[in-house]
């Protein structure tokens, strides 16, 4: 690893601590370098605040070495008014030796323009350091301005039997009673309400808003909870379920067409989707390739034992195409993987 590898993968290390703050925006870290030394470092941290590029130059105590310094970026500075100046003026005004950016960014506004403002004004400028990793560090932002469509992750938990429903009747006491089957350990679904803070809205179909109603808020982690999107074709969902009664905002589709859905939420600005299930929602998104990510945890328990009622209905685990684990990962007794559809990326 040559030496602007070294400071770029600091760079990153740094960006990612923007992960609970930064969305809409990307996560972005910038490192300062004087005779191969660090002397300012910096990150995204809120988004409406200032850049990492600005974070790091205001961390450096001796304004004066910033005209012999390189500094690295994970993104390309952006070159227009947002809710913050030009990040490319600044470091021009700042007069720095050099410039290493990480990535091109694919947004419109910026695209290139930054990297060439820079250039114009005399200062080298390398492109393309770890541009794998930088990418990897941003790609619901980056699909979202590539492919005009949200970051779709499906996630679901599964029995050691494949199974990720079961549903019985229960007759008790002259009333009948749902089971539903659990998977999930608390653990796992606290990990899932922290990733439901990381995106920006959650879908689930109609007949698990039916039978599950559930509220979709990341009530087990602190941090914001994701808007909340199903489909009612047929106008069965009623007005007193939990996701359309209190909490945050609900979408209700009237359609199933998935296109035109994820046009719609591209239109919205919504960069990350999270699908939870159930198996006919998760098997429309894998059948159309609309996946580019997936979560799956197995659980320990053989579901099929926990039944012998002939009314039960039973679902299986959908299965993925084009799948390519990622990660795996050991919590709380559950193994889990972290899945990438390699025909999408």
Request: hydrophobic fraction near 35%; aromatic fraction near 6%.
């Amino acid at each position: 690893m040559n030496q602007d590898e070294i400071f770029m993968k600091r760079a990153i290390q740094i960006a990612r601590c923007g992960e609970a703050g930064a969305a809409p925006n990307p996560m972005v870290g910038a490192v300062i370098v004087y005779d191969g030394k660090i002397i300012g470092e910096g990150y995204h941290r809120k988004y409406g605040g200032p850049h990492a590029e600005v974070n790091a130059i205001n961390s450096v105590q001796d304004s004066q070495l910033l005209s012999k310094s390189t500094i690295y970026v994970t993104l390309e500075p952006c070159s227009h008014w947002g809710k913050t100046p030009p990040c490319c003026d600044l470091i021009i005004d700042k007069g720095f030796e050099r410039v290493v950016v990480g990535m091109q960014d694919p947004n419109q506004n910026v695209n290139g323009q930054g990297i060439e403002r820079i250039r114009h004004a005399g200062i080298e400028v390398k492109v393309g350091v770890l541009k794998d990793e930088c990418e990897a560090l941003n790609n619901s932002f980056l699909t979202f301005h590539r492919m005009r469509r949200p970051f779709i992750t499906l996630k679901w938990a599964q029995s050691s039997d494949g199974i990720i429903g079961i549903r019985k009747t229960v007759c008790d006491v002259g009333q009948t009673n749902t089971q539903v089957l659990r998977i999930s350990t608390l653990m796992n679904q606290m990990l899932v309400h922290r990733l439901r803070t990381r995106v920006q809205a959650i879908m689930i179909g109609t007949e698990t808003a039916l039978d599950d109603n559930p509220e979709l808020t990341a009530r087990l982690w602190d941090g914001p909870s994701p808007i909340r999107i199903t489909i009612d074709r047929h106008g069965r969902l009623g007005k007193d379920l939990r996701m359309l009664t209190s909490g945050p905002e609900t979408i209700v589709y009237k359609n199933q067409i998935l296109g035109e859905i994820m046009y719609d939420l591209h239109r919205r600005g919504i960069q990350h989707l999270m699908v939870e299930g159930g198996k006919k929602l998760l098997e429309s998104f894998i059948n159309e390739g609309l996946w580019d990510e997936a979560r799956v945890e197995y659980g320990t328990t053989e579901a099929l034992s926990q039944t012998g009622s002939d009314d039960s209905r039973i679902t299986y685990a959908p299965i993925l195409k084009s799948a390519k684990i990622v990660r795996e990962m050991m919590i709380d007794g559950h193994k889990v993987l972290i899945l990438l559809n390699s025909q999408s990326q």
